[in-house]
C-alpha cells in the first residue's frame, strides 16, 4: 500500500506544477471542497446539533512541500462545548449524508456510519487531497498507476452510488463542487501538459484554461493563473483570484 507522502510524492513531481500546488488544492477547496448552495438545491432544513470541527494538528506539513497536514477531528455542539470524536488522525475529515468520510495518513479513504468509530468501512485507496462535499454528492480522487500510464480518477458518490466522473487527467486537485451540487471544478493537467481548470459532469470532462499548453514549449504570457483564492460562482461562471490579485473568469456551466 503506498502511503501519503509515497503518493503525493509521485503525483506532484510527475506533474511539474509550482512549489504553491498544495496551496492551491486548499484555498480553491475553501478548506474542505463544500459547494455554494443554488436556489432550489435540496440542502436538508435541519439544523445538526453538532459538527465536526479540527481539534489539534499533530504534524503541520512544510509550505511548498510534499506531505500533508494531519489533524484530530472534534464534535462542537451548539453551545459551543467539544468532545473528542474518536475517529483517527486524519489528512481531512467531512460530514455527509449524516456519515463521516475520513482521509488517512496513508490514503486510505473510511466511511464512518453515523461518525461513529466502531462503524467503519473503507470506500477507497490510493486517495489524494481532501474529500469535497455537496449537499448531494461527495467526490475524491485515486490514484491509479498502471502498467503504461497513471491517471487521476474522479468519482463522484451519490444516493449510495459511487460512479467515475473522469480518468483522463494525470493530475487532479483542489476540487469544489459548482452550485447544482453535482458538477465538479478542478485543478489538473494531462500527462506532458500544464495545470488549468476543468469542469467535471455527467457529460464528461471540459478543459477551461490553459487547455493547449504543454510543459516546456508554452508562452507564459499565454497562460491563465491557476487559483489562490476560493473559487466564486456567479451564475454560469465560476471567478477566482490569481497570487497577484487579479481576477479571472470562466463559463462552468455548459448550457
Known sequence: MNTQEDVNEVHSA???WSSKWWLVIALSSGGSGCAPTEPGSSASSLEATRRLVPSAVVFAAPEGGDGATRRTYAWEHADGTREPSGLPIAIDAQEHGGDVYLVTPD????????????????????????????????AYVVIDEGAQTTASVLHRREAGRDVVLDRTLYALGALTFAPDGRTLVGVGSVNGGVAGLHVFDDEGRRCLTNCDHHTGSSDPAQWTALPTSALRFEGDEVHWDDENGVTHSARWRSR
Open 107 to 138: 490514503a486510505r479513504l473510511l466511511r464512518f456510519v453515523e461518525g461513529d468509530p466502531s462503524r467503519e468501512e473503507l470506500v477507497a485507496r490510493s486517495v489524494i487531497d481532501r474529500v469535497a462535499v455537496s449537499p448531494r454528492a461527495l
Open 14 to 16: 510527475s506533474m511539474r
